[in-house]
């Protein structure tokens, strides 16, 4: 089955202790990317990633890091939480070309105390 | 300016009636898609549909349809007969290429009620 799979699915953690949410797709796409969804806000993109090893900023990159060092995995990493990361974020995939659309996870529902 | 504005934060539509979630862009890409994509209570993202920038007829997916005015920056989703499975929030996104880089931008969302 065709599916992009965060893991995990809710984590509550405290200000500072680095975290990681996976991310991985088994869709052979190219381009990944992740957002947060705040109220009010819509999704925002966080970073992306247009193939291995090629990452680049979204709208609202400060305070997370992103690595693709396989096509399938494009974690994300907070290396010190802070409360105003408290969020539920979405990792997507989808095929490099403008007109596909994206495939989206479950969402992670991330509380930071 | 927002790239992507929704200026409906909330509507409500009688069931088995038409209604129209509106949507304006702002790029200068002349390459784009836009998208909509519907997120239920449950959480999960669902796409219901895609407009291309060069595509020259609204694009229609069963009960969904694009009403796609270019010259106006405006890609208003259309659902007709109105189901109760259609209560949901509907977040409209656009997909840039330019250069190097290929951003996403997704609006604030409409939050649709559908009454019986």
């Known amino acids: 089955e065709a599916q992009v799979t965060q893991n995990p699915r809710y984590l509550i953690t405290v200000t500072g202790k680095k975290l990681t949410v996976t991310c991985s797709q088994n869709?052979?796409?190219?381009?990944m990317s992740w957002y947060r969804q705040d109220p009010g806000l819509g999704l925002r993109q966080i970073y992306y990633?247009?193939?291995?090893?090629?990452?680049d900023k979204g709208d609202v990159p400060e305070g997370y890091k992103v690595s693709r060092k396989e096509k399938r995995n494009f974690p994300l990493i907070l290396e010190s939480p802070s409360p105003n990361q408290t969020s539920l974020y979405f990792c997507?995939?989808?095929?490099?070309?403008?007109?596909?659309?994206?495939?989206f996870g479950q969402g992670t529902r991330l509380t930071v105390v | 300016a927002q790239k992507i504005t929704q200026t409906q934060p909330g509507m409500f539509v009688q069931e088995k009636e038409a209604v129209t979630l509106d949507c304006t862009y702002d790029?200068?890409?002349?390459?784009?898609?836009l998208f909509w994509y519907k997120q239920p209570s449950s959480g999960e993202m669902i796409f219901l549909i895609y407009?291309?920038?060069?595509?020259?007829q609204n694009a229609t997916e069963g009960r969904y349809s694009l009403n796609f005015q270019k010259a106006r920056k405006s890609a208003n989703l259309v659902i007709s007969a109105s189901q109760l499975g259609d209560s949901a929030m509907y977040f409209c996104?656009?997909?840039?290429?330019?250069?190097?880089?290929?951003?996403?931008?997704f609006g604030t969302g409409t939050k649709l009620q559908v009454i019986p």
């Open positions: 990633s247009m193939n291995v090893e090629v990452t």
């Open positions: 869709m052979n796409h190219e381009y």
């Open positions: 790029t200068s890409d002349p390459s784009y898609g």
């Open positions: 997507a995939s989808s095929f490099l070309s403008v007109n596909t659309e994206a495939f």
């Open positions: 996104a656009m997909r840039e290429v330019s250069g190097g880089y290929q951003k996403v931008t």
């Open positions: 407009q291309g920038s060069y595509d020259q």
